[in-house]
């Protein structure tokens, strides 16, 4: 099963259905996505509880009445990673949505993979 889609779609239809929070499983490699998504402002905020199975609360963030998570599409796979240079990434739906990456120098958006000149796999696209 693919984790991180997982987590994004539960992020999405949270949204849909006007919830606050979504709960899931939690490990380093989403707390990392969602570090990105709180900076880039898709989520308010999420919290970490450990335990015997470490969960993560994610709170949903909304613009006006609509959820600012709006749709994603996972590029890279389990059966097939998907993998880019620096000069093959463009901006994704003009600018109004983002991809993520996962490089040598941690997960990163679109924008901050061109600015620190790394390339690495094409996780999703989120807009």
Known sequence: MDQIANMLIAIKNGGLVKK???TLPAS?????ILELLKQEGYVKTYIVSEGVKPTVEVVIAYKKD???????ARVSK???RVYTGVKDIKPFKY???M???STPKGILSDKQARKEQVGG???FTIW
């Open 20 to 22: 606050t929070t979504v």
């Open 28 to 32: 380093k490699l989403k707390s990392a």
């Open 66 to 72: 609509t959820p600012r998570i709006q749709g994603v």
């Open 78 to 80: 389990q059966s097939k």
């Open 95 to 97: 600018g109004h949505g």
């Open 99 to 101: 991809t993520v990456l």
């Open 121 to 123: 796999e094409l996780l």
